[in-house]
Nanobody, 114 residues
């Protein structure tokens, strides 16, 4: 079964940038729209960005213009470039398909704080 391993999180100051990676253990990007999600402490998991098989990207209003989703099919990896980070972006970030039909990884923690 496909597994996801997220990485790239950390502590960053407001206004800073991070690039998250999500490596999948199988070749699934040709079959599913992929997505990044995040879950802040005490809140429900929310959809952050999606990337269709054809390469169309869409973003939550809260991150539009600041985050960019991309993928490398050869590496079975999707990325989330995050710029102009603010404390409201603090959360654990996960990837999965838009259907959320594959096991969740551990996520990668992003903390935005001065």
């Amino acid at each position: 079964q496909v597994q996801f391993v997220e990485s790239g999180g950390g502590l960053v100051q407001p206004g800073g940038s991070l690039r998250l990676s999500c490596a999948a253990s199988g070749s699934i990007f040709g079959f599913y729209t992929m997505a990044w999600y995040r879950q802040a402490r005490g809140k429900q998991r929310e959809l952050v960005a999606t990337l269709t098989v054809s390469g169309y990207a869409n973003y939550a209003d809260s991150v539009n213009g600041r985050f960019t989703i991309s993928r490398d099919n050869a590496k079975n990896t999707i990325y989330l470039q995050m710029n102009s980070l603010n404390p409201e972006d603090t959360a654990n970030y996960y990837c999965n398909t838009i259907l959320q039909n594959l096991p969740w990884g551990q996520g990668t923690q992003v903390t935005v704080s001065s």
